[in-house]
């Protein structure tokens, strides 16, 4: 079946190059187009990349919605890539060194870079924006997008608003401009780590609200860990040189919130499969796409443990993960730790 759309366009707004055709990378890159700006979605996957340009939609990823008329399929982005300044990654984060190292011979030295990649580089404890400095230096103005946004809603011009972090301000503005019209909103931010940490935090503790709904605990049990939760990223987020008042926004609490509350996330289904009783194995054949706060778990609970903080949500559920430790007798840590002030 052919997906067909109209929009409007503006032959003068930027070309845009979005790398990867998952849901989240083909959500934006129809958020752009929508926008009028020509766009490009790449796919590692040639195969993919032929069924989406045939479709005029994402029907592995986001079945039945659409493509606007500017957003055109590449599987080789090198075709195209004389045509854009800026570029936008949305791979996972196990991929993202990968696909920094593959783009780094075709970047031009006006070329942007932004990033919608959640999570931590496994094995390193690594931000993304510390990999981009690792492979990149300073050569190219980067900048982040992050927040409260499930893809499918963005895909379907669903109300949304994110944060576009980056420390150079006209990029951050730019990019913001970009996303921001009609149903999207989109704020600037220049704290790039509480930013990350936020956005890698809130998966593991969407397991941990997962596993409490799996065992068949409810709405008291789901505000404390969000809460709590909230408690922990903070921590986190201050001994990374992050500032307190990023974790109250977009992508501290409203991300924490949405990804904790409804189960279009994938770490909360991931988190109930594991409450009743599946394996870990088993949740993931079930969702059939990348679930980050697993990785995360352990790379936050190692960087945790090196900034010396306690995270004692996120290390029940590294236990759970990686200890083969009960979900419940996890739930029954926490209840068991002594009484203590709640600022702290």
């Known amino acids: 079946m052919r997906c067909t759309s109209h929009m409007d366009v503006d032959e003068?707004?930027?070309?845009?190059?979005?790398?990867?055709?998952?849901?989240?990378?083909?959500?934006?890159?129809?958020?752009?187009?929508?926008?009028?700006?020509?766009t490009f979605l790449w796919s590692h996957n040639a195969q993919h990349a032929a069924e989406m340009t045939q479709q005029r939609c994402n029907a592995r990823f986001?079945?039945?919605?659409?493509?606007?008329?500017k957003l055109q399929v590449v599987a080789d982005y090198t075709t195209v890539i004389t045509q854009v300044r800026d570029i936008l990654i949305a791979v996972p984060s196990h991929a993202f060194r990968d696909c920094l190292k593959q783009l780094a011979p075709h970047l031009r030295k006006d070329m942007r870079i932004a990033w919608a990649t959640k999570g931590l580089e496994g094995g390193s404890h690594k931000l993304m924006h510390q990999v981009f400095a690792e492979v990149l230096g300073d050569h190219y103005p980067c900048a982040l997008v992050s927040?409260?946004?499930?893809?499918?809603?963005?895909?379907?011009?669903?109300?949304?608003a994110v944060t576009v972090a980056s420390r150079d301000s006209q990029f951050a503005n730019d990019f913001a401009r970009y996303l921001h019209k009609g149903n999207f909103r989109a704020y600037t931010n220049d704290d790039m780590v509480g930013v990350e940490v936020g956005g890698a935090a809130k998966n593991v503790l969407a397991i941990a609200t997962g596993i409490a709904d799996g065992l068949g605990y409810n709405a008291n049990t789901r505000a404390a860990l969000i809460t709590r939760g909230l408690a922990?990223?903070?921590?986190?987020?201050?001994?990374?040189?992050?500032?307190?008042?990023?974790?109250?926004?977009?992508?501290?609490?409203?991300?924490?919130?949405?990804?904790?509350?409804?189960?279009?996330?994938?770490?909360?289904?991931?988190?109930?499969?594991?409450?009743?009783?599946?394996?870990?194995?088993?949740?993931?054949?079930?969702?059939?796409?990348?679930?980050?706060?697993?990785?995360?778990?352990?790379?936050?609970?190692?960087?945790?443990?090196?900034?010396?903080?306690?995270?004692?949500?996120?290390?029940?559920?590294?236990?759970?993960?990686?200890?083969?430790?009960?979900?419940?007798?996890?739930?029954?840590?926490?209840?068991?730790?002594?009484?203590?002030?709640?600022?702290?």
């Open 62 to 69: 986001l079945p039945n919605i659409p493509f606007p008329d």
């Open 232 to 344: 922990e990223m903070m921590r986190l987020g201050i001994a990374a040189g992050g500032e307190p008042e990023t974790f109250m926004g977009l992508a501290g609490l409203g991300d924490l919130v949405l990804t904790c509350s409804d189960n279009q996330s994938r770490n909360r289904r991931f988190g109930l499969a594991l409450g009743q009783g599946k394996s870990g194995q088993q949740a993931v054949e079930e969702i059939q796409q990348v679930v980050e706060g697993v990785q995360a778990a352990k790379e936050i609970y190692q960087l945790a443990a090196e900034y010396q903080i306690s995270m004692p949500i996120t290390e029940q559920v590294y236990r759970v993960l990686y200890e083969g430790l009960n979900p419940r007798d996890a739930v029954q840590s926490l209840l068991e730790r002594s009484p203590t002030s709640e600022i702290s």
């Open 147 to 160: 927040g409260p946004s499930f893809a499918k809603e963005v895909a379907l011009d669903q109300p949304t």
């Open 12 to 38: 003068q707004k930027p070309s845009i190059l979005v790398l990867g055709a998952g849901s989240w990378g083909s959500a934006l890159a129809m958020l752009l187009a929508r926008n009028g700006h020509p």
